[in-house]
Nanobody, 124 residues
Framework: QVQLVESGGGLVETGGSLRLSCVAS????????ITWFRQVAGTEREFVAS????????YSSESVKGRFTISRDNSENTVNLQMSSLKPSDTALYYC?????????????????WGQGTRVTVSS
Protein backbone atom coordinates (compact mmCIF):
# COMPACT_ATOMS: atom_id res chain seq x y z
CA GLN A 1 0.00 0.00 0.00
CA VAL A 2 1.00 3.61 -0.48
CA GLN A 3 -0.06 6.69 1.43
CA LEU A 4 -0.25 10.05 -0.34
CA VAL A 5 -0.19 13.56 1.08
CA GLU A 6 -0.76 16.64 -1.06
CA SER A 7 0.37 20.17 -0.25
CA GLY A 8 0.91 23.51 -1.90
CA GLY A 9 -2.62 24.69 -2.53
CA GLY A 10 -3.77 28.21 -1.77
CA LEU A 11 -5.28 31.41 -3.08
CA VAL A 12 -3.74 33.01 -6.15
CA GLU A 13 -4.75 35.69 -8.62
CA THR A 14 -5.56 35.00 -12.26
CA GLY A 15 -2.34 34.52 -14.18
CA GLY A 16 -0.42 33.44 -11.12
CA SER A 17 1.42 30.22 -10.35
CA LEU A 18 1.36 27.48 -7.73
CA ARG A 19 3.28 24.27 -7.24
CA LEU A 20 1.48 21.32 -5.76
CA SER A 21 3.38 18.42 -4.23
CA CYS A 22 2.36 14.84 -3.59
CA VAL A 23 4.56 12.93 -1.15
CA ALA A 24 4.24 9.17 -0.87
CA SER A 25 5.13 6.70 1.84
CA UNK A 26 4.62 3.08 2.67
CA UNK A 27 5.61 1.28 -0.49
CA UNK A 28 8.04 1.37 -3.40
CA UNK A 29 7.16 4.68 -4.99
CA UNK A 30 8.60 3.89 -8.40
CA UNK A 31 6.10 1.05 -8.80
CA UNK A 32 3.24 3.53 -9.13
CA UNK A 33 1.93 5.76 -11.85
CA ILE A 34 0.89 9.05 -10.22
CA THR A 35 -1.95 11.16 -11.54
CA TRP A 36 -3.46 14.45 -10.50
CA PHE A 37 -7.21 14.94 -10.53
CA ARG A 38 -9.31 17.90 -9.50
CA GLN A 39 -12.85 18.24 -8.33
CA VAL A 40 -15.33 21.05 -7.96
CA ALA A 41 -18.09 20.46 -5.43
CA GLY A 42 -21.04 18.71 -7.03
CA THR A 43 -19.10 17.50 -10.04
CA GLU A 44 -17.07 14.42 -10.90
CA ARG A 45 -13.31 14.28 -10.47
CA GLU A 46 -11.54 15.50 -13.57
CA PHE A 47 -8.25 14.17 -14.92
CA VAL A 48 -5.47 16.76 -14.92
CA ALA A 49 -2.08 15.14 -15.57
CA SER A 50 -0.31 11.82 -15.20
CA UNK A 51 3.30 10.67 -15.03
CA UNK A 52 4.77 7.25 -15.64
CA UNK A 53 6.57 5.23 -13.01
CA UNK A 54 10.00 6.28 -14.22
CA UNK A 55 8.96 9.85 -14.95
CA UNK A 56 9.89 9.53 -18.61
CA UNK A 57 6.37 10.00 -19.95
CA UNK A 58 3.71 12.52 -19.04
CA TYR A 59 0.16 13.09 -20.23
CA SER A 60 -2.02 16.13 -19.61
CA SER A 61 -5.59 17.11 -20.26
CA GLU A 62 -6.24 19.59 -23.03
CA SER A 63 -7.52 22.11 -20.50
CA VAL A 64 -4.14 22.39 -18.78
CA LYS A 65 -1.72 21.53 -21.57
CA GLY A 66 0.96 24.18 -21.91
CA ARG A 67 0.17 25.64 -18.48
CA PHE A 68 0.70 22.73 -16.05
CA THR A 69 3.79 20.52 -15.81
CA ILE A 70 3.96 17.27 -13.90
CA SER A 71 7.27 15.86 -12.69
CA ARG A 72 8.54 13.34 -10.21
CA ASP A 73 11.58 12.59 -8.10
CA ASN A 74 11.62 8.93 -7.15
CA SER A 75 14.51 9.47 -4.76
CA GLU A 76 12.28 11.86 -2.80
CA ASN A 77 9.02 9.93 -3.30
CA THR A 78 7.50 13.13 -4.66
CA VAL A 79 5.43 14.22 -7.64
CA ASN A 80 5.01 17.91 -8.35
CA LEU A 81 2.42 19.74 -10.40
CA GLN A 82 3.71 23.14 -11.48
CA MET A 83 0.74 25.29 -12.43
CA SER A 84 1.10 28.59 -14.26
CA SER A 85 -1.18 31.05 -16.05
CA LEU A 86 -3.89 30.03 -13.64
CA LYS A 87 -7.52 30.80 -14.43
CA PRO A 88 -10.59 30.97 -12.22
CA SER A 89 -11.74 27.76 -13.92
CA ASP A 90 -8.75 25.99 -12.32
CA THR A 91 -10.31 26.50 -8.89
CA ALA A 92 -10.87 23.07 -7.37
CA LEU A 93 -9.75 20.54 -4.81
CA TYR A 94 -6.70 18.82 -6.27
CA TYR A 95 -5.94 15.18 -5.51
CA CYS A 96 -3.03 12.93 -6.36
CA UNK A 97 -3.71 9.27 -6.94
CA UNK A 98 -1.55 6.18 -7.42
CA UNK A 99 -1.91 2.87 -9.19
CA UNK A 100 0.31 0.18 -10.64
CA UNK A 101 -0.37 1.13 -14.24
CA UNK A 102 1.84 1.08 -17.30
CA UNK A 103 -0.40 3.22 -19.46
CA UNK A 104 -2.08 6.49 -18.40
CA UNK A 105 -5.64 6.16 -17.18
CA UNK A 106 -7.93 9.15 -16.92
CA UNK A 107 -10.74 7.47 -15.00
CA UNK A 108 -10.63 7.88 -11.21
CA UNK A 109 -11.83 4.28 -10.84
CA UNK A 110 -8.46 3.06 -12.16
CA UNK A 111 -6.63 4.34 -9.08
CA UNK A 112 -6.37 2.51 -5.80
CA UNK A 113 -4.80 5.13 -3.57
CA TRP A 114 -5.71 8.75 -2.99
CA GLY A 115 -4.53 11.67 -0.93
CA GLN A 116 -6.82 13.95 1.04
CA GLY A 117 -6.60 16.81 -1.45
CA THR A 118 -5.29 20.35 -1.45
CA ARG A 119 -7.46 23.32 -2.37
CA VAL A 120 -6.59 25.76 -5.13
CA THR A 121 -8.55 28.98 -5.48
CA VAL A 122 -7.89 31.37 -8.36
CA SER A 123 -9.43 34.80 -7.95
CA SER A 124 -10.59 36.84 -10.92
Amino acid sequence: QVQLVESGGGLVETGGSLRLSCVASGSTFSNYRITWFRQVAGTEREFVASISRSGSTTYSSESVKGRFTISRDNSENTVNLQMSSLKPSDTALYYCAAAVLFLPATAPSAYNYWGQGTRVTVSS
